[in-house]
């Protein structure tokens, strides 16, 4: 997606003028984009992208002893959160690797992440990147865990994090960040019955999907195919019955290009009506 030049370019004069504290920069690129107004809202969207972005990369280049996590973390959360009111999905991949590069060392404080991380883990859920979300997941599980804030109140993140586990490709790539003592404090959480359904039905949201979407491969490929089908089906009326058409469309595509069988959501949902 391009970007604005002309706000950028303003946003980075003032991000890069050293001769103010970080919290005065920070300051001055809000009261910017609080008085750069416009009608449209998707423009408004795409400025914030620059707003954002261009903040943290003046925190990546100026807070060395990393007083601004806090800061740090919450503009990669609002960055996340304008990138899925734009549906530009592709771009989560890497706020996500940024932000796991910040704190996979947990090296952040528990205040640091306990409100934005949550906020960005919900972003990246929205796009294809689970083994991301699945990631950031495990790292809040863990940190709240070490910090004494692994209570209830997390079980939501818990239960999800276990159903990412039983349906991910090579979940067990992060294995070395789990102790018997964590796993019996998460497993505390759940009754054996409750355990016994995520175990059963491990779905993630309403619907079945396709195993291979939880794959690193259609990670991959995913937004390719999604872009080369509304090209294809650019001019076609988007009326009741059309999802029946872009899955078999999909499906094809999936087979002929990449060689991936994949089962649209009516096949892997006997029992639901979709129109």
């Not at 919450?74 to 991949?93: G, K, S």
């Not at 102790?179 to 995520?198: C, H, N, Q, V, Y």
């Amino acid at each position: 997606m391009k970007r604005p030049e002309g706000i950028r370019h303003l946003v980075e004069k003032l991000t890069g003028d050293s001769s103010r504290t970080i919290d005065e920069r920070i300051e001055m690129v809000f009261d910017m984009r609080q008085n750069i107004e416009t009608d449209d809202e998707k423009e408004s969207l795409r400025k914030d992208v620059d707003y954002f972005d261009c903040m943290i990369r003046m925190l990546e280049r100026d807070d060395t002893d990393r007083r601004e996590d806090l800061a740090r973390l919450q503009l990669y959360a609002l960055l996340a959160e304008t990138y899925v009111a734009l549906e530009d999905y592709r771009p989560l991949e890497r706020v996500a690797a940024e932000v796991l590069e910040l704190i996979r060392h947990e090296e952040a404080a528990w205040e640091s992440i306990a409100d934005p991380l949550p906020r960005i883990i919900d972003a990246v859920a929205a796009s294809a990147y689970n083994h991301a979300q699945y990631e950031l997941l495990l790292l809040y599980i863990v940190m709240a865990f070490r910090t004494g804030n692994l209570t209830d109140a997390l079980k939501g993140r818990v239960r999800k994090w276990l159903k990412l586990r039983l349906l991910l490709e090579d979940s067990n790539w992060l294995d070395f960040r789990l102790d018997k003592e964590l796993e019996g404090a998460m497993a505390g959480m759940f009754t054996p019955s409750e355990l016994f359904r995520i175990m059963l039905d491990p779905k993630v949201g309403h619907l079945r999907r396709d195993p291979v979407e939880y794959t690193w491969k259609w990670e991959r490929i995913c937004y390719d195919v999604e872009a080369e089908l509304d090209r294809r089906l650019a001019n076609v009326p988007r009326h009741m019955g059309f999802c029946f058409r872009y899955w078999s469309m999909k499906r094809e595509l999936l087979e002929e290009k990449y060689c991936i069988e994949w089962r649209s959501p009516s096949l892997m949902n006997p029992g639901v009506i979709f129109d």
